[in-house]
């Protein structure tokens, strides 16, 4: 069907019942189209209602809920079990590296997933599962391998220290993967001052939800009724937290319909061939009172003298490790700068985060986390854990409520002066504990990582959303 102006005006036409906000900017579109201006421009999604907003921002709720009990257990959990101190640090790097080589791969399998479920909920609930048998490994480790095999000795250790190496680079791969899809749902399906509110509801239920988790790690589970029924505190703990995750990705992945991305051959089938240097793809429906595409794309002839006859190739291709690197040595100097500084924010973040617990057990209040399980060095140590905890719940409430205070402070500092502060008040909270480790002073400094926590899962996304937006007015 060749593409006139009247046939693309009649597809753009959108049913009574859609937001006069949304009617509006459609027709601006559409006038500049017949005007001559903004050719190109693509019809955004309408307004989503709060709740659904909530309903999506739940799964960060969930993730940081168990995130929080793997920062507040893990260290502990490594070194009760008997894990050498020199392989430590090599358990937190084997996560990241996976991350770095298979994240870009996947993440561009996801832009071409053709399944009628959506683009990107297969691959939420794919992860969601690898986080749940993570933490199933890493916080029962040691029991199934005693369930498993009655020899015991350094046999038996052994196998309880892999399992539960095992479980800590799944949840954790599992954990940080999860985040880049859940953005990218969130901004498939929402306009742009939708995904400002919904990384705002992300921002708010991420730090509720790390609250809840280092308040549940605070809790003696081991003289309770559950602890009891249960057997032990990391069975008790295991059991909450998967119970507050498959909640909350449930809601999560039924908050807001994707729409489902053709494949390539019915893709291919619809295109539309004209005798001028583009082509669009072309919109086959609106439906949920949003237009749904089949990532309808602008082809450009590479030489408008030739003829428009051009076989149907992709575009968007597929994402490599190659095509990775040659994309970051080839980005704008402005998406370069802040790929750096979240690396380095979130390198900081992520280190004093992991081994919190274990300095408050170790250097506040002098615990030794080797010691036998019934000594008071132990038990010291165990106490600094808990008292951790607190101080983590601390953070989580503050990255809360800092996360609206950020609105208050957007329209006088902008989004710069916001990463900027965000990186200054870490900094100093960070540097105030390292030279004074004293109990109260190190919890009261707790709430400037809330600071950071805010910044680091809001600031830099809207920066994108804001570069991305002044692109397409240019």
Known sequence: MPLTKQNFSEVLLLPPEVDNAMQDSIREKDNSFLAGEDAFGSAE???????RLVMHSMAMFGREFCYAVEAAFVTPVLLSVG?????????????????FVLQPVVGSASDHCTSGWGKRRPYILALGVMMLLGMALYLNGDMVISAVTTKRGQQQQTWAIVI?????????FAA???????????FDVCSHQDKEKGLHYHALLTGLGGALGYLTGAIDWAHTILGRFLGSEFQVIFFIAALVFLICLTVHLCSIPEAPLRDANAETKLLLKLDEPYEYG?????????????YAEIRTLPDLGKSTEMPHTEVQRRMTIKSLLKALLSMPSHYRCLCVSHLIGWTAFLSNMLFFTDFMGQIVYHGDPYAPHNSTAYLTYERGVE???????INAVSSSLYSY????????IRLKGLYFIGYLLFG???GFIGLFPRVHSTLALCSLFGVMSSTLYTVPFNLIAEYHREEEEI
């Open 387 to 393: 008292i951790g905890c607190w101080g983590m719940c």
């Open 282 to 294: 072309s919109i086959v429906k609106v439906k949920n009172s949003y237009l749904e595409s089949g």
């Open 405 to 412: 205070l950020q609105k208050a402070l957007l329209p006088y």
């Open 164 to 172: 539960t190496m095992l479980g800590v680079v799944l949840f954790d």
């Open 45 to 51: 999604p309408v307004k989503k209602p709060t709740g």
């Open 83 to 99: 894990l050498p101190k020199h392989l430590y640090s090599l358990v937190w790097l084997i996560s990241p590296i996976l991350g």
């Open 176 to 186: 940080d993967f999860i985040d880049g899809p859940i953005k990218a749902y969130l």
């Open 428 to 430: 100093l909270g960070t």
